[in-house]
């Protein structure tokens, strides 16, 4: 990136010219990472001590019972990586987004460039990614060290499902945000949206234990599908036609998303 | 005339009195929420969300836990430390954040410090106003868990007061503590405080999970014997050590209020 200065005339395509941001949220990022330490690396690791291994030491390691964990330790940390990348995602396309927007209107300035509506978002994706990437890096290396994992594929495989995961929630909720004009809905968003998913979507429990109606509910939900899918592969009990169901239903999703934000915001700030 | 300046002289001799002023302050915040009540509401159906997940459905791969004697179920373990651990939480958002907000940013306590209005009105006010929100919450909550039948003992009903003293010692105390905060970066640190707390403090599973020495250490945190304090009132077993925890509770609360109080003048009278 650092040659990037030197190029002159517009980028030639959409890659290049988010590419062109990434020198922004490269210096912002490098000012404030400190004070996303606590909440992203701090935070799952209290979770998987308390609900991990103390709450687990009651539990019964029945593989019947825990959709083929041993241990409830095993059973819950492929679910808390997942919905960290979850969660993170929240975090990075909320608030920030209204931000760029409204109250410090960076977006304004960029697409002031040659720079277009698409280019803004992409560039601002492959930052919310970039912050999956490492969030999910360091808990899913800490959880190696509890030896909750079965193989070495299937953890980076897991890895890069969180890269898909993050991207599921990214682009929709992207989108919502960039048309949002006030933001006292984000925090109905936190506590009727990314808390009943972190708690319901089988992170904690087998979402069998939820009664007929709920489940089916909890099962249409995109983080039970990451969920599902990380634990089958760090668990090794991997289903081949659910890993092609789960990767096609994020896939749409992100794609989806995609499309719905770019309309939206180019809405929200070309028109 | 004559009647009109002895009004007004008598007006500015006597500044309005501590229910007073405190009801001002609680009317100020009511028309504030006003227009966003649903952020209100919503406040509610965390813990309850909780409940559901952890009681429900974690509590379906747990036999139950053994307190004071008797093995409660699962969910009925749990439901106490819910509310408990909410309470702290409710609080901590109007004792931190919106303090915060209206500290700095909107200079909310500068204007009203230009009435006859002072800054211990003000830090009775503000906390009176979040122990009103928490007592509000914990009632609701407590009327979902007698729906499902997590409640065995009339002495319950004093798990909503028990609520209003961790609001009280947690907000004071917070509320000291925001004083002092630099920027909102800063309130990391106060997570790094609560999230250990909401996790470990016997609201999850019994104490019995630790090593002597974590134990003790637990045991002295406030949200412990808060927790503690509402699964005694649930389950009907009281003990001495609940009226330690009563002390203990209000005591952090004071000396919270206390420290607001002389922070406040320090920052704004100044």
């Given at each position: 990136?650092?040659?990037?200065?030197?190029?002159?005339?517009?980028p030639?395509?959409?890659?290049?010219?988010?590419?062109?941001?990434?020198?922004?949220?490269?210096?912002?990022y490098k000012?404030?990472?400190?004070g996303?330490?606590?909440?992203s690396?701090?935070?799952?690791?209290?979770?998987?001590?308390?609900?991990?291994v103390?709450?687990?030491?009651?539990?019964k390691?029945?593989?019947?019972?825990?959709?083929?964990?041993?241990?409830?330790?095993?059973?819950?940390?492929?679910?808390?990586?997942?919905?960290?990348?979850m969660?993170?995602?929240f975090?990075?396309?909320t608030?920030?987004?209204?931000?760029?927007?409204?109250?410090?209107?960076?977006y304004?300035s960029?697409?002031?460039?040659p720079?277009g509506?698409p280019?803004?978002?992409?560039?601002?994706?492959?930052?919310?990614?970039?912050?999956?990437?490492?969030?999910?890096?360091?808990?899913?290396?800490?959880?190696?060290c509890?030896?909750?994992?079965?193989?070495?594929p299937?953890?980076?495989?897991?890895?890069?499902?969180q890269?898909?995961?993050?991207?599921?929630?990214?682009?929709?909720?992207?989108?919502?945000?960039?048309?949002?004009?006030?933001?006292?809905?984000?925090?109905?968003v936190?506590r009727?949206?990314m808390i009943?998913?972190?708690?319901?979507?089988?992170?904690?429990?087998?979402?069998?234990?939820?009664?007929?109606?709920?489940?089916?509910?909890?099962?249409?939900?995109?983080?039970?599908?990451?969920?599902?899918?990380?634990?089958?592969l760090?668990?090794?009990?991997?289903?081949w036609?659910?890993v092609a169901?789960?990767?096609?239903?994020?896939?749409?999703?992100?794609l989806?998303?995609?499309?719905?934000?770019?309309?939206?915001?180019?809405?929200?700030?070309v028109? | 005339?004559?009647?009109?300046?002895?009004?007004v002289?008598?007006?500015?001799?006597?500044?309005?009195?501590?229910?007073?002023?405190t009801?001002?302050?609680?009317y100020?915040?009511?028309?504030?929420?006003r227009?966003?009540?649903?952020?209100?509401?919503?406040?509610?159906l965390?813990?309850?969300?909780?409940l559901?997940?952890?009681?429900v459905g974690?509590?379906?791969?747990?036999s139950?836990?053994?307190?004071?004697?008797?093995?409660?179920?699962?969910a009925?373990?749990?439901a106490?430390?819910?509310?408990?651990a909410s309470a702290?939480?409710?609080?901590?958002?109007?004792?931190?954040?919106?303090?915060?907000?209206?500290?700095?940013?909107?200079?909310?306590?500068?204007?009203m410090l230009?009435?006859?209005?002072?800054?211990?009105?003000?830090a009775?006010?503000?906390?009176?106003?979040?122990?009103?929100r928490?007592?509000?919450?914990?009632?609701?909550?407590?009327?979902?868990?007698?729906?499902m039948?997590?409640?065995?003992?009339?002495?319950?009903?004093?798990?909503v007061?028990?609520?209003?003293?961790?609001?009280?010692?947690?907000?004071?105390?917070?509320?000291?503590l925001?004083?002092?905060?630099?920027?909102?970066?800063?309130f990391?640190?106060?997570?790094?405080?609560?999230?250990?707390?909401?996790?470990?403090s016997a609201?999850?599973?019994?104490?019995?999970?630790?090593?002597?020495?974590?134990?003790w250490?637990v045991e002295?945190?406030?949200?412990y014997?808060?927790?503690?304090?509402?699964?005694?009132?649930?389950t009907g077993a009281?003990?001495?050590?609940?009226?330690?925890?009563?002390v203990?509770?209000?005591?952090?609360?004071?000396?919270?209020?206390?420290?607001?109080?002389?922070r406040?003048?320090?920052?704004?009278?100044?």
């Amino acid at each position: 990136m650092a040659d990037s200065s030197t190029q002159v005339g517009p980028p030639t395509n959409v890659l290049a010219g988010a590419a062109r941001l990434f020198d922004y949220w490269a210096i912002a990022y490098k000012r404030t990472w400190k004070g996303s330490a606590i909440s992203s690396f701090v935070t799952p690791l209290l979770y998987i001590l308390a609900m991990g291994v103390l709450l687990g030491g009651f539990i019964k390691g029945d593989p019947s019972k825990l959709e083929g964990a041993t241990s409830y330790l095993s059973f819950v940390a492929p679910g808390m990586v997942a919905a960290q990348a979850m969660t993170t995602v929240f975090g990075e396309v909320t608030y920030p987004v209204m931000g760029m927007i409204k109250w410090h209107k960076t977006y304004f300035s960029m697409i002031a460039t040659p720079l277009g509506v698409p280019e803004v978002i992409l560039s601002h994706l492959a930052f919310v990614l970039f912050r999956v990437a490492t969030t999910s890096a360091v808990f899913i290396a800490v959880m190696a060290c509890f030896g909750v994992f079965s193989s070495v594929p299937g953890v980076i495989a897991a890895f890069f499902v969180q890269l898909l995961i993050g991207l599921a929630f990214a682009t929709p909720l992207y989108a919502f945000s960039a048309g949002l004009k006030d933001e006292s809905a984000f925090s109905l968003v936190f506590r009727l949206g990314m808390i009943p998913l972190f708690l319901f979507s089988g992170a904690f429990f087998p979402v069998s234990n939820l009664n007929a109606v709920m489940e089916s509910l909890a099962r249409v939900t995109p983080l039970w599908h990451g969920v599902d899918l990380t634990r089958m592969l760090t668990l090794g009990v991997v289903d081949w036609s659910m890993v092609a169901v789960h990767v096609a239903y994020l896939g749409v999703l992100a794609l989806a998303g995609w499309l719905w934000a770019v309309r939206r915001l180019g809405r929200r700030m070309v028109l | 005339m004559a009647m009109l300046t002895t009004s007004v002289g008598r007006a500015a001799a006597s500044p309005v009195s501590a229910g007073e002023a405190t009801g001002l302050l609680l009317y100020r915040n009511y028309l504030a929420y006003r227009r966003a009540w649903y952020i209100f509401v919503s406040g509610f159906l965390e813990p309850v969300f909780y409940l559901f997940s952890i009681g429900v459905g974690v509590g379906q791969l747990i036999s139950g836990f053994e307190f004071n004697g008797q093995t409660i179920p699962y969910a009925e373990f749990v439901a106490p430390g819910m509310l408990a651990a909410s309470a702290m939480n409710g609080s901590l958002l109007d004792s931190t954040f919106n303090f915060f907000f209206k500290l700095k940013y909107n200079k909310l306590f500068d204007q009203m410090l230009a009435t006859p209005l002072t800054t211990m009105d003000i830090a009775r006010g503000e906390l009176s106003w979040s122990l009103l929100r928490g007592g509000i919450y914990s009632a609701a909550f407590l009327i979902v868990m007698v729906a499902m039948g997590l409640v065995s003992s009339w002495w319950a009903l004093l798990v909503v007061p028990a609520t209003l003293l961790i609001g009280l010692a947690f907000g004071g105390v917070c509320m000291a503590l925001t004083t002092y905060m630099r920027s909102w970066q800063d309130f990391e640190f106060v997570t790094l405080a609560t999230l250990p707390m909401f996790l470990f403090s016997a609201t999850f599973f019994p104490i019995t999970a630790f090593p002597t020495a974590v134990r003790w250490i637990v045991e002295l945190t406030p949200l412990y014997r808060g927790v503690v304090l509402c699964r005694e009132l649930t389950t009907g077993a009281l003990s001495w050590g609940s009226v330690a925890s009563v002390v203990y509770l209000v005591a952090m609360g004071l000396v919270g209020l206390m420290i607001v109080r002389r922070r406040l003048d320090k920052l704004l009278l100044t």
